[in-house]
């Protein structure tokens, strides 16, 4: 009986084989299908940014770059990513351009009117709220991924809100196709209640990381410095990369290039008739 019962355990096993990693099965199947209906599969869209914050002893550092993209064209070298909330909230945005203006515009002003409503100061949790609820119904097609950033009655708060509407809240952040060369600086240097101007230098140099690191970031350092008496916001902070002068001058004589074959076209001469109107 044991010996039975171990064949056919056996024999299920083998019907249903668990593999760890990602599956690729289907990857001649799509093939196939894409060319023989001749249709194209969506793809991810690809965009690029450098963002980040940091908390420190009296407030919240935010930073981005000022480089927005178009594929593989840089559309716009001063776009600025550091969005208004609240006089004390300022959100970053990376993704589609339009996604994030758009989102941190509309939570703006329903923060303004919650505050109209019960006179008090916006709480940043209150933002966090607004923004994760928002991208949630939309399930990630929304294509906003934001530092949000404040100080209230409680303290200063960074959170991390992605694109599906998840948040998390941590000491030091970044996002965007960056990320991953300013968080190595963060890693680097960070630590607890960090001065304001140290602070400022260390969200700068993560920033720069990023740019110096990631072809979809670049041009300036933005920088928004949160306490709980003011909010300054810094544009530009530092021209990263900028332009440098020209070493020579690019003219060239005729004939410098060899001309392989020439053609000459003689145009008809072109008459132009004008009629008087007599009245």
Do not use: W
Not at 8 to 26: A, I, K, P, V
């Amino acid at each position: 009986m044991g010996i039975e019962n171990f064949s056919t355990m056996e024999s299920l096993d083998g019907q249903e084989t668990h593999r760890g990693g990602f599956s690729f099965e289907n990857v001649h199947r799509n093939a196939y299908i894409s060319q023989q209906a001749n249709v194209s599969f969506p793809k991810a869209r690809k965009t690029g940014t450098t963002i980040a914050g940091v908390v420190f002893k009296d407030g919240v550092v935010l930073g981005a770059d000022t480089r927005a993209t178009s594929g593989n064209i840089v559309a716009d070298k001063n776009c600025a990513k550091i969005h208004y909330m609240a006089p004390n909230l300022y959100c970053c945005g990376a993704g589609t351009a339009a996604d994030t203006e758009n989102v941190t515009d509309m939570v703006s002003g329903q923060l303004q009117l919650h505050r109209l409503s019960t006179g008090r100061q916006s709480r940043v949790i209150t933002g966090l709220r607004m923004l994760t609820q928002h991208l949630f119904r939309y399930q990630g097609h929304i294509g906003a991924a934001l530092v949000l950033g404040g100080v209230d009655f409680s303290g200063p708060h960074l959170y991390c809100v992605y694109p599906h509407g998840s948040s998390s809240i941590l000491p030091f952040v970044t996002m965007g196709s960056g990320s991953l060369a300013a968080m190595s600086v963060f890693e680097d240097r960070f630590r607890p209640d960090m001065e304001r101007e140290e602070a400022m230098e260390l969200v700068k140099d993560a920033i720069r990381s990023g740019i110096f690191n990631d072809l979809g970031s670049g041009s300036s350092v933005d920088l928004c410095v949160i306490t709980k008496d003011k909010t300054d916001y810094l544009r530009p902070y530092e021209v990263a990369s900028e332009r440098d002068q020209k070493d020579m001058e690019f003219t060239y004589e005729r004939g410098t290039t060899t001309v392989l074959s020439e053609k000459r076209v003689t145009l008809a001469d072109v008459v132009v008739e004008t009629v008087a109107q007599v009245s």
